[in-house]
């Protein structure tokens, strides 16, 4: 089992950035598939960005290619998610979410362990 916490969530202006981290505790960090989603208000939770045990695969949504970037430490068990050119639209909670087989996806019923979120926020 895996345990997650997010942080780095904030509110910034359309354009800026914003680095989330989320850090994994528990059994062996990089036996995971990792990714992110996110949930804005009244909207159901939906993919961003995922990335492979290694690190050497990811795949994001299309609203955010060229402007997101997911990675990971293994060292650190952390995985990231910068975030650049913001746009109102990226105003959501973010989670942080664990895939035990390794199996990169962008199903959400396929992550089994969740983080609880953090929110980012962008003003127009």
């Known amino acids: 089992q895996v345990q997650l916490v997010e942080s780095g969530g904030g509110l910034v202006q359309a354009g800026g950035s914003l680095r989330l981290s989320c850090a994994a505790s528990?059994?062996?960090?990089?036996?995971?598939?990792m990714a992110w989603f996110r949930q804005a208000p009244g909207k159901e939770r939906e993919f961003v960005a995922a990335i492979s045990r290694s690190g050497g695969t990811t795949m994001y949504r299309d609203s955010v290619k060229g402007r997101f970037t997911i990675s990971r430490d293994n060292d650190k068990n952390t995985v990231y998610l910068q975030m650049n050119g913001l746009k109102p639209d990226d105003t959501a909670v973010y989670y942080c979410a664990a895939e035990r087989s390794g199996i990169l996806t962008m199903r959400l019923i396929n992550y089994d362990y969740w983080g609880q979120g953090t929110q980012a926020a962008v003003s127009s």
């Open positions: 528990g059994s062996t960090f990089s036996s995971y598939a």
